[in-house]
């Protein structure tokens, strides 16, 4: 069974800090690496994708991938209020359509002003 | 503008009477998807369709059913609705893409179902 855990959370951040988000995965085949906002309420969005090791940078966002570890991470600089959301991470494994995820529980993160 | 609706948004039945929450997309997307989301378990997926007529069970597919005649549109139905089927149910689309990559799945705002 493969499996994504997140830390529910709630992950309490002051407004201007970094909020670090974090995701890992059992399936060490694993080859591409997703993370999705969802504001309360509504539907979940797209943020960033990674595929290779290291880091993938995107404005305030950076995602970071190690596969030895089997760990993927979200990092928020400069967190903003509007930053508060549920923070889904989403993994594609080897051989899965290309359609085909599985998702985490999410890590609910909230910005404190 | 580019969407994916859903209907009902909201919706509280009875166990036992059928059901069909509606899904359409409006941007030729051949790859459609029904999830449920509940707490502390994330997003599940129910039933997926790769094109029109082509479709197929994902993690949860029990006492749900599908079909995809037309590509914009992919209804889901609850023959015989039970309270285990609460939650927060969204549909979603992808363009289709080549091998070995990742398209962006493109989500409805969700409808809310509670079966008493």
């Known amino acids: 069974q493969k499996e994504v855990e997140q830390n529910s959370g709630p992950l309490s951040v002051p407004e201007g800090a970094i909020a670090s988000l974090n995701c890992t995965y059992s399936d060490r085949g694993s080859q591409s690496f997703f993370w999705y906002r969802q504001y309360s309420g509504k539907s979940p969005e797209l943020i960033m994708f990674i595929y290779s090791n290291g880091d993938k940078e995107d404005g305030r966002f950076t995602a970071q991938l190690n596969k030895a570890s089997q760990y993927v991470s979200l990092l928020i600089r400069d967190s903003q209020p509007s930053d508060s959301a549920t923070y889904l991470c989403?993994?594609?494994?080897?051989?899965?359509?290309?359609?085909?995820?599985?998702w985490g529980a999410g890590t609910k993160l909230i910005i404190k002003p | 503008e580019a969407q994916v609706t859903q209907n009902p948004r909201y919706l509280i039945t009875v166990t036992g009477k059928k059901l069909t929450v509606t899904c359409s997309q409006n941007?030729?997307?051949?790859?459609m998807s029904w999830y449920r989301q509940d707490p502390g378990l994330g997003l599940r997926q129910i039933y997926y369709s790769m094109n029109v007529e082509v479709t197929d069970k994902g993690d949860v597919p029990e006492g749900y059913k599908v079909s995809r005649k037309e590509k914009r549109n992919f209804p889901l139905i609850l023959e015989s609705p039970s309270p285990n089927q609460t939650s927060l149910y969204f549909c979603a689309s992808s363009p289709s893409g080549a091998a070995g990559g990742y398209n962006e799945q493109f989500f409805g705002p969700g409808t809310r179902l509670t079966v008493l």
């Open positions: 941007m030729n997307h051949e790859y």
């Open positions: 989403a993994v594609k494994g080897l051989g899965d359509s290309n359609y085909q995820l599985i």
